[in-house]
């Protein structure tokens, strides 16, 4: 499996911006399909973007669409989330996913936590108002 370490979070006011790193260790994370999920106090995780292992394939909540943008960068086993014009209901931990499986499966099962087999520890993403 491969180990991923999430950064970059941090308390913001509303309308400002962070940018979120994971970095990968163990395997090349160029053979990962990623997903970046969050989960605010008392609720569950939830999907926030997608990449496929090329980059070629992005999705987006449409909570989050226009406002954050997910990217990576095989040669340095990064991907990150830039989220811009936070707004308080972003407030949450941010974690970072990794899935080995089928492209295939992962375009029509990549909202689904049960589809990431590797996980990050979180990074706490607090927006205030």
């Known amino acids: 499996q491969v180990q991923l370490v999430e950064s970059g979070g941090g308390l913001v006011q509303a309308g400002g911006s962070l940018r979120l790193s994971c970095v990968a260790s163990g395997r090349t994370l160029g053979s990962y399909a990623m997903g970046w999920f969050r989960q605010a106090p008392g609720k569950e995780r939830e999907f926030v973007a997608g990449?496929?292992?090329?980059?070629?394939?992005?999705y987006y909540a449409d909570s989050v669409k226009g406002r954050f943008t997910i990217s990576r960068d095989n040669a340095k086993n990064t991907v990150a989330l830039q989220m811009n014009s936070l707004k308080p209901e972003d407030t949450a931990v941010y974690y970072c996913?990794?899935?080995?499986?089928?492209?295939?499966?992962?375009?029509?099962?990549?909202?689904?936590?049960?589809?990431?087999?590797?996980w990050g520890q979180g990074t706490q993403v607090t927006v205030s108002s």
């Open positions: 990449i496929s292992r090329g980059g070629s394939s992005i």
């Open positions: 996913a990794a899935d080995g499986g089928d492209f295939y499966i992962w375009s029509r099962t990549y909202r689904d936590l049960r589809t990431y087999d590797s």
